[in-house]
């Protein structure tokens, strides 16, 4: 009964905490998108619609300056009479980026990051997490039993709820899919293909819903870069969990995501991001090894000058209209 009071309590010292720093300390905000694109199941709550997002910038543009994430460690502002400054960013590399997202910024002359998880545009393959919820929330009737080989133990599953077939996903086959991805999330890339595959037969499922969850191609990331205003940023190879991995496996995945980042570009990446914004003091220092100077976390906060510029903090945007978007950003992390 006291959890609400004490919530407040603690949100109320973190915003008068951070009202006091803010003046003296420089600082600015990196905000995280993935897709710009209207569908209409969204279980990971990663999907802005395209009219929003245009929304959002252009009110973004009238509220702060929008700086390429590369400069934010050296552009932070300080001070109540100064513009905001922010950065914006995109994991993952969905095709929408490009299609919808690059003229939306162009038109606005917004600087943007888009983070690669480059091995599926290398072998041109749908994110994994996208075949999982296709398969689990598609309308169809699926079987009441599943079994999945990998990892240390299988994936079993019995439910004869999720045998009905669905216009809106239930919470049956809610819990399987949190159960699903809990179990994928942990298995080495190869092993998750494996089991990837064999989940899309077992619920029948040919291609993906959504054409546009697709990552880009090579050239569609050169085709990106074009006007000048958007950049690439590494996110491993195989969107790693890199607290789930070996010193020597973290630095490989992450320095095979620059090498193929610097393929598909012709420059070396300055930033990077962590998968699932989770990270450990390891993993920082490899990423830090292989040549980054600034890399994002998910963690929502303002970044500071004075704090670690390999652990960004960002607020994830969600489908807000531009008017609520600034509002939040004005009278809560800039109060």
Known sequence: MYAAPRRLLRNGKSWLWRGLRRRRVPHALVLMYHRVAQVTVDPWQICVHPERFDDQIAALRRFADILPLATVPGAMRSGRGSRPALAITFDDGYVDNLTTAKPVLDRHRAPATVFLATSCIERGEPFWWDVLSDA???????????????????????????????????????????????????????????????????????????????????????????????????HTATHARLTDLGRDEKLAEIERSRIACEHFTGGRPACFAYPFGELDDESRDCV??????????????????????????RLAVGDWSGKHLVRLLKWYWFA
């Open 288 to 313: 830090r090894q292989a040549g980054f100077t600034v890399a994002c976390t998910s963690e929502p906060g303002l970044a500071w000058a004075d704090g670690d510029a390999l652990r960004l903090p």
């Open 136 to 234: 689990i929330l598609g309308p169809g009737p699926l079987p009441g039993e599943l079994r999945l080989d990998g990892g240390e133990q299988p994936f079993l599953w019995r439910d004869a709820a999720i045998e009905r077939p669905e216009q809106a996903p239930g919470p049956a086959r809610r819990r399987l899919l949190d159960a699903l991805w809990l179990w994928l999330v942990r298995l080495p890339d190869p092993e998750r293909r494996v089991a990837i595959r064999s989940l899309a037969q077992w619920a029948g499922q040919s291609a993906t819903r959504d054409s546009s969850a697709q990552p880009m191609s090579p050239q569609q990331v050169r085709n990106l870069l074009a006007g000048g205003l958007i950049t690439v940023g590494a």
